[in-house]
């Protein structure tokens, strides 16, 4: 069965640094995608970046990358050079083989506190 | 705009009413779900439709009865409500025929408070 596993439940990151979010998962589908969102305290799920399990390359978008460890079965967020705005739960999520009855399952997210 | 929009934003109501949740989406999506967020902030599948069929029912109560009339909405009615109904419910859908990389575009929420 599929499984994400976030195991910090909250950060505190001082401004402008880069902050890691740690996700593991579990699934024995080779075919599977890896995202990201983004819950601000106003409530709405914002997606910020994707990354397919037989992408070669880490996906980056912006000041958020993906790093993606396929044999450690990891896919940790990364927002370089952090801002006020970061302030958010995340949270790490999957889907297996994109087919009609898949689901896309999340994590327990990470609270992420951006201090001034 | 481009968007999933869910009404109403909040629902504030009594134990044993029965209350509906609208979802509409224009992104030419069709498979649409519902999510329940609960107050540690988890997200669970409830259900999804693609095409106005169900595909998954996650082991819900069936006092919970997701309907599509057609692919760019889905309803959630919920009869008999109690406290532990009480939650944020998310809409959301994913584009087709793009396997595991389609994301989930998320409805704003609706916050339900069941007193």
């Known amino acids: 069965a599929q499984k994400i596993t976030q195991t910090q439940p909250g950060m505190f990151v001082q401004e402008k640094e880069a902050v890691t979010l740690d996700c593991t998962y579990d699934?024995?589908?080779?075919?599977?995608?890896l995202f990201w969102y983004k819950q601000p305290s106003s409530g709405e799920m914002i997606f910020l970046i994707y990354?397919?399990?037989?992408?070669?390359q880490n996906a980056t978008e912006g000041r958020y990358s993906l790093n993606f460890q396929k044999a450690r079965k990891s896919a940790n967020l990364v927002i370089s050079a952090s801002q006020l705005g970061d302030s958010a739960m995340y949270f790490c999520?999957?889907?297996?083989?994109?087919?009609?009855?898949?689901?896309?399952?999340f994590g327990k997210g990470t609270r992420l506190h951006i201090l001034p | 705009d481009t968007a999933v929009s869910q009404t109403p934003k909040y629902l504030v109501t009594q134990m044993g009413n029965d209350k509906s949740i609208k979802c509409e989406q224009n992104?030419?999506?069709?498979?649409m779900y519902w999510y329940k967020q609960d107050s540690k902030k988890f997200l669970k599948i409830m259900f999804s439709?693609?095409?106005?069929?169900?595909?998954i029912n996650e082991t819900v109560p069936n006092r919970f009865s997701p309907k599509s009339p057609d692919k760019a909405h889905l309803n959630l009615h919920i009869n008999s409500l109690e406290l532990g109904d009480s939650a944020v419910y998310f809409c959301?859908?994913?584009?087709?025929?793009?396997?595991?990389?389609?994301?989930?575009?998320f409805g704003n929420g609706t916050r339900l408070t069941v007193t």
């Open positions: 992104l030419g999506h069709d498979t």
């Open positions: 439709y693609n095409n106005k069929e169900l595909i």
């Open positions: 699934t024995s589908d080779p075919s599977y995608g």
């Open positions: 990354q397919g399990s037989y992408d070669q």
């Open positions: 959301a859908s994913s584009p087709p025929d793009r396997g595991s990389k389609s994301p989930l575009h």
């Open positions: 999520a999957m889907r297996e083989g994109g087919r009609r009855d898949d689901k896309i399952i």
